[in-house]
T-cell receptor
Framework: DAGVIQSPRHEVTEMGQEVTLRCKPISGHDYLFWYRQTMMRGLELLIYFNNNVPIDDSGMPEDRFSAKMPNASFSTLKIQPSEPRDSAVYFC??????????????FGPGTRLTVL | GENVEQHPSTLSVQEGDSAVIKCTYSDSASNYFPWYKQELGKRPQLIIDIRSNVGEKKDQRIAVTLNKTAKHFSLHITETQPEDSAVYFCAFTGGGNKLTFGTGTQLKVEL
């Protein structure tokens, strides 16, 4: 298995533009997580899905952020409009089962987003 | 909400020495405590984990101990090597079984 795949790996955009980050989880995994990592705030969970259904989006910073999972092999995180403070590394992770059960979370390589 | 404190934020040791990183958590219902290693520019990767029904777990040079009464758990690395240099994150399951991560410890192993 290729592991969790994310695209793009790097994104540079201007303030106000729409940004779409993509993730393909490991085949057979039923949980998908989106994290944001910054020096100031560390690793934060934004949202997670179970069987394509959003379970907890309490970490989504504001209405500018949205996430979807139309099927078991694809998820997107969209920021519209983007702002400089959104600059961060965004990680997608997937697991089979919950943490504490079978559910080791495997992280993708991340997308480094820079908003100018 | 869930909270975890991780100390120290930076740690420098000589090659061959031991390193200890400690985390304190708030949610007494937590039952799963993983540790992740993140090398510069790379993704976090699980290195060891422990469940609440176990007090200690070892995997070669790495060990984790858990004190549920005091609500803290620690990562121990013995005989440190340069390739151990990285940022280490503790985590625990908070509400809803999602992971809450600590703020990270930058470990530097010097020759």
């Amino acid at each position: 298995d290729a592991g969790v795949i994310q695209s793009p790996r790097h994104e540079v955009t201007e303030m106000g533009q729409e940004v779409t980050l993509r993730c393909k989880p490991i085949s057979g995994h039923d949980y998908l997580f989106w994290y944001r990592q910054t020096m100031m705030r560390g690793l934060e969970l934004l949202i997670y899905f179970n069987n394509n259904v959003p379970i907890d989006d309490s970490g989504m910073p504001e209405d500018r952020f949205s996430a979807k999972m139309p099927n078991a092999s694809f998820s997107t995180l969209k920021i519209q409009p983007s702002e400089p403070r959104d600059s961060a590394v965004y990680f997608c992770a997937s697991s089979q089962g919950l943490a504490g059960g079978r559910g080791e979370q495997f992280f993708g390589p991340g997308t480094r987003l820079t908003v100018l | 909400g869930e909270n975890v404190e991780q100390h120290p934020s930076t740690l420098s040791v000589q090659e061959g020495d031991s390193a200890v990183i400690k985390c304190t958590y708030s949610d007494s219902a937590s039952n799963y405590f993983p540790w992740y290693k993140q090398e510069l520019g790379k993704r976090p990767q699980l290195i060891i984990d422990i469940r609440s029904n176990v007090g200690e777990k070892k995997d070669q040079r790495i060990a984790v101990t858990l004190n549920k009464t005091a609500k803290h758990f620690s990562l121990h690395i013995t005989e440190t090597q340069p390739e151990d240099s990285a940022v280490y994150f503790c985590a625990f399951t908070g509400g809803g079984n999602k992971l809450t991560f600590g703020t990270g410890t930058q470990l530097k192993v010097e020759l």
